[in-house]
């Protein structure tokens, strides 16, 4: 058990000497302008050349993730109706199971109505309070 005590702080002790003599050990000259210059025409190159798109905002980006939420809920809304559609059709003249049928459908068309207002609202903001901002 010692022996694994005292490998176990060898190790950690290299690892801390690594942190500590990496500080002293940077390259000179890292952060003159011809340098800087260098990685700018390197990092234009290769956002050219992988077809990067830098224009978008972080605006377009909340739309886009907000609308793929969105569409997800969409898909969940056509599985609540699949789901309640097929019970309803099941359920063999059951009033109990007819009336859980209609309330599923009566609440999936109620979260569509959110899903849809949440999408216009949405697409009204990032679209024009977005421009009218920047």
């Not at 690594?18 to 390259?27: D, G, P, S, Y």
């Not at 699949?82 to 009566?106: F, V």
């Not at 979260?111 to 990032?126: D, E, H, K």
């Amino acid at each position: 058990m010692k022996k694994y005590n005292k490998v176990f702080i060898w190790l950690i002790f290299i690892c801390c000497s690594f942190l500590v003599i990496n500080k002293n050990v940077l390259a000179v000259g890292l952060d003159s302008d011809s340098f800087m210059g260098d990685v700018k025409e390197q990092e234009n190159a290769f956002i050219s050349k992988t077809g990067f798109d830098t224009s978008t905002t972080i605006g377009s980006t909340m739309a886009i993730v907000i609308k793929a939420f969105l569409s997800l809920l969409g898909i969940i809304f056509v599985v609540l109706m699949l789901i309640a559609g097929y019970n309803w059709m099941t359920a063999g003249g059951e009033e109990e199971k007819i009336r859980k049928a209609k309330n599923t459908i009566q609440r999936a068309i109620i979260g569509l109505a959110i899903i849809i207002l949440a999408y216009s609202i949405t697409y009204f903001v990032f679209k024009y309070l977005g421009k009218a901002t920047f």
